[in-house]
């Protein structure tokens, strides 16, 4: 407040900034649109790296599961996995669940934004409501990407060589899985004006996506019942491609694979990783999709 | 449509019977004015007298039921974008980004709006110079009190160079010191920038800092006047008085002096020209017996008592639960 002093002199010769510096908002175009969605972005990183608490809080529960439950449970499993460590097995699925856990409180922070108030700056902006959405997903894709990155960097702690074309091959699924789920986050933000309201929901569809996606099991000769509700999960796709390509590059006994990295089947026609990626890809297509039609009608 | 944007505008504002409709309850009906260019309009009345939903459809953040607006030249519904890219906007709550500094928050806004990079800094620098927290420029806002963040928003929705200004109840709940620095850098807007400033409130005393004021009183317009023109049609005293029976003063004046009066924060309240001189004749001739007077110069509260037969404070109260009828209806449904 004290520093309202200098107004009072504008126009002497130490004040630096007297002449009125007049800038004009251009036209909407490409160009300002891929502005919009730079700065959305930027701001997602911005605000990740100040909350520096956040980096760590969401990477404790994967990890607990990753060395808790996989050392915990190793002796239970040893009858089943052929001499394979279970933390080398739940690997894949933990890195999905990291990269899916930071993607959706990417995706929180727009309930968030509504709830402060800043929402509504960039709502009144002359920009299109999809740059906004788009860079929010860039943006928690980033920000995911990141905190996958810090489970890839443990993967020789549970036996995964430090394979150059598997780490480029995981973490290209992890981006692509990071992107999908935080469309899928922002599509289910839109809707939702509270917080708590938010972290229920996720609570709500992101535990039972984790469970039954086979982050923590092989997916052959489930229950039926479990065996149509994998294959519905989207995050299997992303589960089972990321199994596939950790797999390939260990040299398991053919038993061991076979019980471990069985492949998710559609009526018995092995489905390919590409396709899986693929699907994962077309998910978050439409997810985006959605979350930007509903985003440009809101309000 | 931009070529010609440096065209000769009669009016920064121009609005049409305006109307805006929640469910069954109409937040504005039928408003009419136009704003000058250069000029600082104040638009007073209680809360939930329909300043904000004006306000609103003006900024494009709400669609007009019927009618029609035009601001800088632009139709506000089929001109959305063009209304945007020339209006700054200083809203009733917050909405500056906590995690962010202060500059990152002005550079946000120029990103979004797609200021012109090389102008981005001189341009910030000298809106936060004008607010007085250019030194403060890399300080995270959510360490700011609300003054100052009161400030960084208006110095942001500067940012672009906007042709209207508008603020939403600027002041409310800030200090009167802070309320006054922000009226200086209003008045000082004004004449450094070719800008219209457009803003609600509900202090009497901020209203006669405009160069005129529009009354809105449930919905519509009473009154449209230069502030002093307002007092002047006025023209009499208040008079406030406690009696011992309220209801017998009331008739008393009726009878006695020709005089109507009302009640208004539980007192007996009336106008006449010359106050201090009425006050013996009151006390010889009313017939009951009096408690207190009080008797004071017209302001702009008895001229909004004048228009509307209420107190701003008393009309408040009245329409708080229309307030909070009017928000169901916008949370249930009544969104477009």
Redesign the interface.
């Known amino acids: 407040m004290s520093t309202t002093v200098d107004r009072t002199h504008e126009g002497a010769p130490q004040q630096p900034a007297p002449e009125i510096v007049r800038v004009s908002v251009p036209q909407r175009s490409l160009a300002s649109e891929l502005r919009a969605i730079r700065i959305v972005w930027r701001r997602e990183l911005i605000r990740f790296k100040s909350d520096r608490l956040r980096i760590v809080t969401s990477l404790v529960q994967p990890l607990l599961f990753l060395f808790v439950l996989g050392s915990g449970l190793q002796s239970i499993a040893n009858a089943g996995t052929h001499g394979v460590d279970l933390k080398t097995f739940i690997y894949p699925g933990i890195l999905c669940i990291a990269v899916m856990f930071t993607a959706m409180f990417s995706a929180a922070s727009i309930v968030w934004d509504r709830e402060f108030g800043f929402l509504r700056e960039m709502m009144v902006a002359p920009v299109r409501r999809s740059s906004i959405v788009i860079g929010k997903c860039l943006g928690g894709a980033t920000v995911a990407s990141f905190q996958g990155v810090i489970v890839i960097a443990l993967a020789g702690l549970v036996g995964v060589p430090y394979d150059p074309l598997l780490i480029l091959g995981i973490f290209g699924l992890q981006l692509l899985l990071a992107f999908s789920i935080t469309a899928f986050g922002v599509m289910v933000a839109v809707r939702i004006k509270q917080m708590q309201s938010f972290m229920g929901v996720m609570q709500m569809i992101v535990m039972p996506m984790f469970f039954i996606s086979g982050a923590l099991f092989s997916v052959a000769a489930l229950p039926t019942w479990l065996t149509i509700l994998n294959r519905i999960d989207p995050l299997t796709y992303a589960v089972d491609p990321m199994r596939k390509l950790v797999f390939s590059h260990l040299s398991l006994s053919p038993a061991a694979q076979k019980a471990l990295d069985p492949g998710v089947t559609w009526w018995g026609w092995h489905v390919p990783g590409l396709l899986e990626a693929f699907v994962i890809f077309a998910l978050g297509i439409v997810m985006l999709g959605i979350a930007i039609c509903e985003f440009s009608t809101t309000e | 449509m ?1 070529s010609s944007e440096n065209g000769h505008h009669p009016a920064a504002i121009e609005v049409r019977e305006l109307t805006k409709t929640f469910g069954d309850v109409q937040a504005v009906r039928g408003v009419d004015f136009e704003v000058a260019t250069g000029e600082v309009f104040g638009f007073l009345g209680p809360n939930g007298a329909g300043k904000t939903t004006t306000i609103n459809m003006l ?3 709400a669609r007009p039921t019927s009618g029609e607006a035009r601001v800088a030249g632009h139709d506000v519904v089929r001109e959305r ?1 063009d209304v ?3 209006i700054g ?1 200083v ?1 009733q ?8 500094t202060a500059a ?1 928050n002005l ?10 990079s090389d ?2 800094e ?2 910030m ?2 809106v936060m ?2 607010v ?5 420029k890399d300080t ?1 806002v959510g360490t700011f009190s609300g ?2 963040r009161r400030r960084l928003e208006i110095a942001r929705g500067l ?3 906007p042709r209207v200004l508008f603020l939403d109840e600027p002041t409310i709940g800030l200090d009167p ?2 309320r006054r ?1 922000i009226w ?1 850098y209003i008045r ?1 807007l004004k004449e ?2 070719e800008i219209t400033i457009f803003m609600t409130t509900h202090y009497m005393d901020e209203a006669e800092w405009c160069d005129r004021i529009a009354i809105m009183d449930h919905g519509q317009i009473v009154a449209l006047e230069r502030p002093e023109e307002l007092k002047a049609q006025v023209g009499t005293d208040r008079v406030m008085i406690h009696t011992e029976d309220d209801e017998a003063a009331i008739a008393a004046l009726a009878e006695r002096f020709g005089i109507e009066a009302g009640m208004s924060e539980g007192m007996v309240t009336f106008g006449v020209p010359a106050g201090e001189e009425f006050v013996p004749r009151l006390f010889s001739d009313l017939g009951v017996p009096i408690k207190s007077v009080n008797v004071s110069r017209p302001t702009l509260d008895d001229v909004f008592m004048s228009y509307t037969g209420t107190t701003i404070r008393d009309a408040e109260e009245d329409q708080s639960r229309h307030r909070n009828r009017v928000m169901m209806q916008m949370m249930h449904g009544g ?1 477009r």
């Open positions: 931009g900024c494009t953040l974008d945007r890219r020339n906007l809203f709550d917050p909405t500056l980004d906590g995690y962010l990152q550079r946000l806004h120029a990103e979004l709006y797609g200021v012109q102008l981005v001189p341009r620098r000298q110079t004008m007085g927290l250019w030194d403060r995270t003054g100052m940012m672009h160079s010191q802070t620095s200086e000082e450094r920038e969104r």
